[in-house]
């Protein structure tokens, strides 16, 4: 079956950086626009960044652009958010997808805790 598993969230001061990763198993990767997404308490999950297939196109949400970086190694399986610049709204669990469009995916991690610090 499809396993997404995340790593890399954090408690983080605002201002400083942290790098997400996701691992992925059971599927063709290198067939899959990957992407993540996220949601904050009380809110709905939102999408953050997409990458398509061969890595040469992104997609970001106005609120992370030219803070957050996507990519993706085919090699390894695996995409990563390099995120910088992080602010207290960015405090959510991000979630891993598969499969992505800005509003949906076919498969999706369990996420991983990313807590900015004011």
């Known amino acids: 079956q499809v396993q997404l598993v995340e790593s890399g969230g954090a408690l983080v001061q605002a201002g400083g950086s942290l790098r997400l990763a996701c691992a992925a198993s059971?599927?063709?990767?290198?067939?899959?626009?990957m992407g993540w997404f996220r949601q904050a308490p009380g809110k709905e999950r939102e999408f953050v960044a997409r990458i398509d297939w061969s890595g040469r196109f992104t997609i970001y949400t106005d609120s992370v652009k030219g803070r957050f970086v996507i990519s993706r190694d085919n090699a390894k399986n695996a995409v990563y958010l390099q995120m910088s610049s992080l602010k207290p709204e960015d405090t959510a669990v991000y979630y891993c997808?598969?499969?992505?469009?800005?509003?949906?995916?076919?498969?999706w991690g369990q996420g991983t805790q990313v807590t900015v610090s004011s």
């Open positions: 997808a598969a499969g992505v469009n800005t509003q949906t995916a076919q498969y």
């Open positions: 059971g599927l063709t990767f290198s067939s899959y626009a």
